[in-house]
Nanobody, 124 residues
Framework: EVQLVESGGGLVQAGGSLRLSCAASGFTFDNHGTCWFRQAPGKGREGVSCISNRYGNTYYADSVKGRFTISSDRAKNTVYLQMNSLKPEDTAVYYC????????WGTGAGMEYWGKGTLDTVSS
């Protein structure tokens, strides 16, 4: 059974940092890519960042470039999202997803499995 378990969400002040974790099991980690998406209250889902689990290539949405860093620990089948310089507009439920990376990753294309999400709130 495929499982993706997100953790690390919470409440932080603007300018602060959070690190999200996505622990994966039930599939061959190296054969997939892992992405983070978010959905703010009243808004649609947005692709945040992706990483190729095997090769480590990374991709970011323009809105988070220079502030967020995605990384993976292949020994632990875990992907991290380090979020720095957080802004109130980063407030959202953050989901990790696993699948095959495509040029349309930001839309969720290619993603096969999704976690349940973790809420991150950035106060002003």
């Amino acid at each position: 059974e495929v499982q993706l378990v997100e953790s690390g969400g919470g409440l932080v002040q603007a300018g602060g940092s959070l690190r999200l974790s996505c622990a994966a099991s039930g599939f061959t980690f190296d054969n997939h890519g892992t992405c983070w998406f978010r959905q703010a209250p009243g808004k649609g889902r947005e692709g945040v960042s992706c990483i190729s689990n095997r090769y480590g290539n990374t991709y970011y949405a323009d809105s988070v470039k220079g502030r967020f860093t995605i990384s993976s620990d292949r020994a632990k089948n875990t992907v991290y999202l380090q979020m720095n310089s957080l802004k109130p507009e980063d407030t959202a439920v953050y989901y990790c997803a696993v699948g095959h990376l495509t040029t349309g990753w930001g839309t969720g294309a290619g993603m096969e499995y999704w976690g349940k999400g973790t809420l991150d709130t950035v106060s002003s």
